[in-house]
C-alpha cells in the first residue's frame, strides 16, 4: 500500500545544531509540503514543491530549507535549530488534482 | 495575509446529538475547502471536501459551503464519542492546492 513515513519520529538536539528531517511518499504525488504544529496556532505551512527540482515557501519558512531531487522525498533542513523551532512537524503529499493530502505521523522536535 | 478562523472550544454534546463546527476564511479566491479530524497525538485525516454552494452530504457528515458569506461548517449527525477529536478547517488557494488551517476545534462527544 502506498505511503507517506517520516524520520525520525522524536528528536531532540541542541540550539545552534543543523538536523534534517525525513519525509518519504510512495504515492508517487507532485505535491509535496511541510508543516508546523504548535497549540494555538493550528498547522502552519512551512514549505511546499511542485515537483522535482521546485521548491516555495510558506507562512513560515524563515530558519528552514528544502530541497526536491526525486519524486518520492522532501527533507526539511533547520539551519541552525532554534528552541522557537521545537514543534511536532507534519509532512504531506497530494496530486495535482488536490483533493486531498496525506499526512505523514509526524517528527516531533524538541530544540534545548 | 490569509486567515482562517474556527471557534476553539472546547465543544460538548451528548452522544447522539448534532455537533456544529464553524469556519471563517478572509481569503475570496480560496478554491476548495476541508475538514480535517484529528486525535490527540496523531495526523490529520481528511473528512470531508467541498469546493461549491451548498451542501454536501457524507454519511453522517454534512459539509456546508457560502462563498458570499466567506463561510463553511461541518455538522456531525448522531455524534458517537469516537468523533471526539480536534477538528480543523483548511482552505486551500495557489497551483499546488496549498492549505490554510484554523487552529481547529476540540469536540468532546459524551457518552
Known amino acids: 500500500d502506498a505511503e507517506i513515513t517520516q524520520s525520525p519520529r522524536h528528536k531532540i538536539t541542541e540550539t545552534g545544531r543543523q538536523v534534517t528531517l525525513a519525509c518519504h511518499q510512495t504515492?508517487?504525488?507532485?505535491?509535496m509540503f511541510w508543516y508546523r504544529q504548535d497549540l494555538g496556532h493550528g498547522l502552519r505551512l512551512i514549505h511546499y514543491?511542485?515537483?522535482?527540482?521546485?521548491?516555495n515557501k510558506g507562512e513560515v519558512s524563515d530558519g528552514y530549507s528544502v530541497s526536491r531531487s526525486n519524486t518520492e522525498d522532501l527533507p526539511l533542513t533547520l539551519e541552525s535549530a532554534a528552541s522557537s523551532q521545537t514543534s511536532v512537524y507534519f509532512c504531506?503529499?497530494?496530486?495535482?488534482?488536490?483533493?486531498?493530502?496525506?499526512f505523514g505521523p509526524g517528527t516531533r522536535l524538541t530544540v534545548l | 495575509q490569509k486567515e482562517v478562523e474556527q471557534n476553539s472550544g472546547p465543544l460538548s454534546v451528548p452522544e447522539g446529538a448534532i455537533a456544529s463546527l464553524n469556519c471563517t476564511y478572509s481569503?475570496?479566491?480560496?478554491?476548495?475547502f476541508f475538514w480535517y479530524r484529528q486525535y490527540s497525538g496523531k495526523s490529520p485525516e481528511l473528512i470531508m471536501f467541498i469546493y461549491s454552494n451548498g451542501d454536501k452530504e457524507d454519511g453522517r457528515f454534512t459539509a456546508q459551503l457560502n462563498k458570499a458569506s466567506q463561510y463553511v461548517s461541518l455538522l456531525i449527525r448522531d455524534s458517537q464519542p469516537s468523533d471526539s477529536a480536534t477538528y480543523l478547517c483548511?482552505?486551500?488557494?495557489?497551483?499546488?492546492?496549498?492549505?490554510?488551517f484554523g487552529s481547529g476545534t476540540q469536540l468532546t462527544v459524551l457518552p
Open positions: 504531506a503529499s497530494g496530486d495535482r488534482g488536490g483533493n486531498e493530502q496525506f
Open positions: 514543491s511542485y515537483g522535482v527540482q521546485d521548491t
Open positions: 504515492w508517487n504525488h507532485n505535491n
Open positions: 481569503d475570496r479566491g480560496s478554491q476548495s
Open positions: 483548511a482552505v486551500a488557494s495557489g497551483s499546488a492546492r496549498q492549505l490554510t
